[in-house]
């Protein structure tokens, strides 16, 4: 069942609790905090715009860093109130504290279309617990809850879930933000019935991350392409060498289990064939060669997908109708190794262009596809990282759960 969102609201003068992700990477300059990438802030702007279009007085809730309900300076979210202020051109008002009487006094002094944002929520021990006093407290003085966090849906805090409980309980509407609505879009209904050919691309480093996304992603793609040091468990299944290459060898079962029902459902599920392998001497890496054998010499590591393998991955991203990315083929932080990743970007991007759907499943796919100019060239890329990789498994998530329906 569809979701309310932000766009069936009537927000005239109603006090909204609108839950974002401002988990920004901060860093210290001088006596103040830096914010070195803004995109998570920027992703919210459309939903901002809305809610002062429609007249709503705005409460913005976030977390930020790992505080452990103590008040730590350095993970203060107010140089966030300072960036949206010169964002959005417009006054946003700060509040030192979450609930109690700093935030209902702010709270009272909005006026329609107004901004304030509250002071970072996990400073308070019980919104990871959802206790439901705290719950109780942050719905106090706001009449409706949106939800613009995908990337905190997957967990059931106090800001998430506790809230919209108890504005349900009260009659109150629980909504989607328009960024919440497009990775529900593209993650969930866009992949549930995908276009066809279907080729889902899969690397990083654990199988054990991603089996239950690549087991339910089989039912539905027609080709999965493997990278990244995953594949080399999957390698292991297949008897070969794999050197000292990064492997989860009690993962081999699960791994041979997916390739049996890629096989029984007829699912090309390709593997590299070549690599670019290297070893680590002194705490850097050393000799870096393709192979080209099927197995990895002992010693060595596999560090990126080869030549072949890029070329082959980017002929089978080519003819896509949706593609679906995540993690990268090899350990791309080093440029050295970043060209099986890069390949993977460029024919993506290409495959696009031709008129493909692209989802990319946030974390280190976003990042490739930013270091290389092409975040534009893509349809949508998740702000979700461990949300992400739930929601394509097929759960559903609590943050999404406890929205109202339509
Ligand atoms: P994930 O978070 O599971 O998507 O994994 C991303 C990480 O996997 C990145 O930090 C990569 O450096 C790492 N990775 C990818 N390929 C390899 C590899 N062949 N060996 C070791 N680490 C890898």
């Not at 932000?6 to 927000?11: A, E, I, K, M, R």
């Not at 304030?116 to 019980?126: K, T």
């Not at 905190?152 to 506790?162: D, E, F, I, L, Y």
């Not at 409980?165 to 019935?193: K, P, W």
């Amino acid at each position: 069942m569809p979701k309310l969102t932000v766009n069936d609201l009537n927000l005239q003068g109603k006090r909204v609790f609108t839950r974002v992700d401002y988990n920004v990477p901060m860093e210290e300059s001088g006596s103040t905090m830096v914010i070195n990438d803004d995109t998570r802030i920027r992703a919210t702007l459309p939903t901002l715009k809305v809610l002062i279009e429609k007249g709503a007085r705005i409460v913005l809730a976030a977390h930020l860093g790992r505080p452990k309900g103590e008040r730590v300076t350095s993970m203060s979210l107010r140089p966030v109130a300072d960036k949206l202020t010169e964002l959005l051109d417009q006054p946003v008002a700060f509040a030192n504290d979450c609930v109690g009487e700093i935030a209902q006094v702010a709270i009272n002094n909005l006026e329609n279309g107004e901004i304030l944002l509250l002071e970072n929520i996990r400073y308070h021990s019980c919104e990871e617990a959802n206790e439901s006093d705290f719950a109780e407290q942050l719905a106090a003085n706001v009449d409706v809850f949106v939800n613009d966090a995908f990337g905190a849906a997957h967990r059931a805090h106090a800001s998430t879930v506790g809230i919209a409980e108890v504005i349900n309980a009260r009659g109150g509407q629980c909504a989607a933000g328009l960024l919440m609505e497009r990775e529900l879009q593209f993650l969930g209904e866009e992949l549930d019935a995908p276009d066809k050919p279907f080729v889902v691309i899969l690397g990083g480093a654990k199988v054990s991350d991603k089996i239950k996304v690549i087991d339910r992603l089989i039912e539905k793609a027609d080709t999965i392409l493997i990278g990244g040091a995953m594949a080399y468990t999957f390698k292991l299944a297949l008897g070969k060498s794999v050197g000292n290459s990064l492997v989860e060898p009690d993962k081999v079962d699960i791994a041979q289990a997916a390739l049996d029902k890629a096989a029984d459902r007829d699912v090309e599920f390709l593997l590299p064939n070549d690599n670019l392998i290297s070893q680590m001497n002194d705490g850097k890496w050393a000799n870096p060669v393709v192979n080209s054998a099927e197995d990895i010499p002992d010693g060595r590591e596999g560090v990126d997908i080869g030549p072949a393998t890029a070329a082959r991955y980017a002929e089978a991203i080519t003819g896509a109708k949706t593609i679906l990315w995540n993690g990268p083929m090899g350990i791309f932080e080093d440029a050295r190794f970043a060209k099986g990743t890069m390949a993977v970007a460029v024919a993506v991007a290409a495959a696009t262009g031709a008129g493909a759907v692209s989802i990319i499943g946030g974390g280190d796919s976003v990042k490739a596809l930013n270091q290389n100019g092409l975040a534009g060239q893509v349809t949508f890329m998740s702000t979700g990282g461990g949300a992400s990789l739930e929601f394509l498994e097929g759960n559903e998530l609590p943050g999404v759960a406890a929205l109202s329906e339509k």
